[in-house]
């Protein structure tokens, strides 16, 4: 069954490839801003990193697990830690963009869709890890 996609594998996978997608556009634009810098710019390409640095460790172990639906040890550590951080940045980023950022309403609605598609994706992930977990707690017991 190696090479196969499990469900686990794809949550796993979409995640990743979504937080690449958000968390280095992230650097990118901080890096491009000339207004940006000092600190500031600091933060937000460490916060943006620590994104980028658990999807890839979570990468390699999705690609190194491949078919096997591996949802134990520093596989399932990661996708609960990477899942979690997600959703909880993400709540705070959205409460403090749209109640507190005075942001054009645009700008307010990106990320709120920013934020839906990355707490849906991080639910995902954690969800299948679980099935995984059960069916095979089930199957082996």
């Known amino acids: 069954m190696r090479g196969h996609l499990g469900g686990a594998d794809l949550a796993a996978g979409g995640l990743v490839l979504w937080t690449w997608f958000v968390w280095g556009g992230r650097i990118r634009n901080a890096l491009g801003d000339p207004e940006s810098g000092g ?29 096997r639906g591996g949802t134990g040890g520093v596989r399932g550590a990661l996708t609960w830690v990477l899942a979690l951080w997600t959703i909880g940045v993400w709540t ?3 409460v403090d963009i749209a109640a507190f950022g005075g942001h054009e309403i645009g700008f307010v609605l990106v990320h709120v869709a920013l934020a839906v598609i990355s707490v849906a994706l991080a639910a995902w992930a954690i969800a299948s890890m ?5 069916s095979v707690s089930v199957a082996t017991g």
């Open 39 to 67: 600190s500031a710019l600091v933060g937000t390409v460490a916060l943006a990193s620590s994104f980028v640095v658990l999807a890839t460790a979570l990468a390699v172990m999705v690609l190194r697990d491949r078919g």
């Open 92 to 94: 705070l980023r959205v």
């Open 130 to 134: 679980r099935r995984r977990r059960s």
